[in-house]
């Protein structure tokens, strides 16, 4: 929304948008997208209301507006899959992920407890396919080609890291690209790549729909990635670059990482150190897209450190809590398009 105009005009397109789109809603006619603008009209229509003197100079909000953002914007794309997987449960399928777990594993365990109450949430299921620590690489491939083969599965999905004696196995070329819901086989890498439709890796699309959600346009912007993995820093640069952001990589062998967070209009992380960018490392207005993870004595945290930066950021995104209950719904929103392509 264009923020020069006045906070009264702004709430009332906002009014006029969720009153359009609800009526819609009691139509049964809402898409994704929809879904998406009725919830960030009404987020914006409530803040407004609360006359946070913040809104008076555009995107400045407190952090904690970003524990407000995660749960609708999951919220919205969960509840537009239900209604997609329904039209599919009514041509006789039942959108289905399988999920290679390897070994014993107390996360990864978290984690598929997690899907399979999400997918059981939007009529989707998902099952295990539980193998051996030591599982050789070629039993591996060998179980990946039986998942393809089966009709019932529309996405595969492989716990990772994968284990030590496996570190560097090239996956890649062995997942259906039908049901690469992981975004991760070449095909699917090259095809994000030249911008063409396809499957792209659910952190980097779950990290972009935060930004969406915010309102906050990439276009123009200079956004500094800190991290370069195939799941989440070259892909999310790739998504940036689509947009017409002006992005700039860091990695491990970055010399001077803050003179360059410093830079940053739009800041994404995901290098998966704990509290690698600190207060020093941003300028005042940066929108903090947090999206690692790491198990430390005080509990889970992320690569920002939260509680010094949130007061200079103009948003930033909580971990745990924030990118990822989203790449949840993101990785959900990959195996319903994979269900969909194989019975249209």
Known sequence: MPWDESLQEVRRRCRDEIGALDRALAGGELDEGDWYRL???SL??????????????????DARR????????ADAILGSLTERVARIRERAHVPHLAFVMIGESPPAEVYIHRLERLGARVGAS????????????????????????????????VQMPLP?????????HV?????????????????LYLGVEGQAPPTALAMMQMLASAGVEATGRHAVVVGRSNVVGHPVTELLLQQDATVTVTHRQTGDLGALTRQAEILMVGAGDPGLITRDMISDGVVIIDAGINVTEHGVVGDVA?????????AITPVPGGVGPVTNAMLL???VDSAEQRVD
């Open 66 to 73: 970003w524990e407000l953002h995660r749960r609708p914007v």
């Open 126 to 157: 998902v099952s295990r396919v539980p193998l051996p620590a030591g599982v050789a690489l070629s039993d591996l491939e060998r179980t990946l080609g039986d998942l393809n083969a089966d009709e019932v599965v529309d996405g595969i999905l």
């Open 333 to 335: 929103r990959n195996l």
């Open 44 to 61: 914006i229509d409530a803040y407004l209301a609360s006359d946070d003197p913040y809104w008076q100079s555009g995107f400045r909000g």
């Open 306 to 314: 939260f509680d010094e930066c949130r007061e200079a950021a103009a």
């Open 164 to 172: 030590d004696h496996l570190t560097g196995a090239d996956l890649s």
């Open 175 to 191: 997942v259906d690209i039908r049901k690469d819901v992981d975004g991760v086989t070449i095909q699917n890498v090259g095809r």
């Open 39 to 41: 919830v960030n009209a």
